[in-house]
């Protein structure tokens, strides 16, 4: 893995700085340690007694996601596999038959006529068996898609759902890597090479069984063959396995960097500030060291590979040296001996196979357990809430509406870090009011926010509206009764009315007419104004990588995504840094809008600018995770505190010192 020597002379040192490249140096530590190592014991000693321990286990999992997916394709897939093994014995056993008939004494004409009988069962037997496995794999093909849909949907119905302090979680994220991208994968994958394993052990127990019948000396030179190829591919996937859990984070690092250098939005800062040359020495670094890491498993495999086919020779140049000895000592007759070799060759395809669907199923087992522990894990970090028994569970149900929020002694810390970003803090929000969270970046003004919504839960204190605490309901009743306007907001792919509407909205019929609360929202949040240059209106694409597709500029993204919080009509609306992508004037009209638009429902207001928050009912002031002041404009520039530095830092720096008289006088 990039053991490159050095060279005298300037074409050696090039090669030589290549080649350091592909070792983790470090500027790139997270090359040099991973969190998967506590896997790599257990890894390295897997061997076919751990196989055979753990491969039914794998089974049983693939047998119950392919019967959850379809029971039908299920049934017909196994049960016609066990019936094309029947056929394959029965033509085996009807071969002795054709050729104890063409070795007999007599006219060559008798013979064939003897023999005809017992060939036309092997032709029977045959066509039967190739009609059950063309059954059999039409019904596996069916199967396969099924799974597939259902493994994607349990992984983002978890990843949806699941507490948003998990995405602040670095372990987590790393969990959700290897399961989305082998683990969910694997699933069909795993279904597949467990049918294959069945289907190979039915071929394998068909030749064994008419092995046996024939001699009983017979089996056991069959199944010698199985170890050196059974090793060889063990040994295979254990290495393969091993590299792809060493290269978890570089292969998301590149990602991450691949991103960075093809999105759009990244495009005009890497031209700007000339970050071409930087990235792409980041990504080839990464690269390199994949390649590296790649490349010596490619030469280990081989090795391995190798070595299983040499033992595999041998053990089946001594089944057929035995054979040739039980031959010559009269121990079996030849029409006997001519069926054993036939059996023995179809045994060995058949076991070929199995040993193939053995060590693949293992493989994508392997993946396939990442997968299902980490939707075990997700799906344990969903919230889930108790709610008591009826009577009391309707009482404990959140109202459509609500007279107060109160906040009481909250504290917060998000994972990872070592001071909380909330530490006790209590506020009140009551219908109908304007409410401001203002102070410096890192206050904790988003954090409450996120906690009064209901995404986040607190560490200690507790959320209640009105009565109710918000941990003995379902995050989603909180949801549906906000409507959040945030500085970083989604650019949705999709046409100009699903940015509104998505969420609560329908499409309108072909023809039919818009939504009218649609419309009103975009009047009042003014994304009428940007909708009416759009080619198709509200049926515009907002998306350039497509074809008729559109492309707006932050304040008209700004505007669709106001118009999507006011579309929800909720009684509790949370604006976020709402007019950041906005100039002076429509940062002033936005304001007045959300204003009028309030219309006794409660507004959340958090924000840098404080000339915004003049008219709000109550201004709460955090610093580094606290309350330190509260009260309305007047009372707060009154009391000289930090709200009133701050508002006047700024209204000197619009209007200079006339202006920060002014403010200081309220």
Sequence with gaps: MGTGRRFSGRPGRRRAHRDERSRPGPDLPELSTHLWHAKDRELAETGLGTVAR????????????????????????????????????FWLLATTGVLTALFSAGPTPGRVRDALPSLALVAGAVALRAGLQAGAGWAQSRLRPQVT????????????????????????????????????????????????????????????????????LLLPLLLLTAVPEGWASLRSARMQYLTMLALVEVTRRKWILSDLMVERKHAA????????????????????????????????????RVTGDVLKGVATAAVYVALGLMLWKGAVPLAVAGTAVLAIRAGQSSLANLVFAVNQCYEEGLYFGDYLAFCDAAEKRIPHRALPAAPARERGRLPDDFACIRVRDVTFTYPGADTPSLAGVSVDLRKGEVVAL????????????????CLYDPDAGEVRWDDVPLTEVPPQE??????????????????????????RGREPAEGGEEDPAMLAAARASGADEVVADLGRGYGTLLDRRFKGGAELSGGQWQRLAVARGFF????????????AALDARAEHQLFERIRTHA???TVLLITHRLASVRHADRIYVLERGKVIEEGDHATLMARGGLYAELYSLQAAAYGGEGAQAQAQAG
């Design 54 to 89: 753990r491969l039914p286990a794998v089974i049983v999992q693939a047998a119950g996601l392919a019967w959850r997916a379809s029971r039908a394709d299920t049934v017909a897939t196994i049960s016609l596999n066990l019936a094309a093994g029947i056929f394959t014995a």
């Design 478 to 503: 909180v949801w549906e009764r906000i409507a959040v306007i945030a500085q970083e907001y989604t650019h949705w792919p999709m046409t100009a009315r699903q940015n509104i509407t998505m969420g």
């Design 149 to 216: 849909r259902l493994a994607e949907l349990r992984l983002y119905e978890a990843t949806t759902a699941v507490h948003l302090a998990a995405l602040d979680d670095s372990d987590f994220l790393d969990e959700l890597q290897r399961a989305q991208t082998r683990g969910m994968a694997s699933a069909s994958r795993v279904v597949q090479q467990a049918v294959d394993v069945l289907t190979g052990a039915v071929g394998m127990l068909a030749a064994a069984g008419t092995l046996g019948v024939l001699h009983p």
């Design 599 to 601: 219309g006794g429902r």
């Design 568 to 579: 929800r009509d909720a009684p509790l609306l949370v604006c976020d840094e709402p007019t």
């Design 438 to 453: 203002v102070g410096e970046n890192g206050s904790g003004k988003t954090t409450l926010a996120k906690i009064m919504a």
């Design 269 to 304: 800062e890497v031209r700007s500030f000339t970050m071409r040359a930087f990235l792409l020495d980041q990504y080839d670094r990464s690269a390199a060291y994949q390649r590296g890491v790649e490349l010596d498993l490619a030469r280990r495999q081989t090795v391995a």
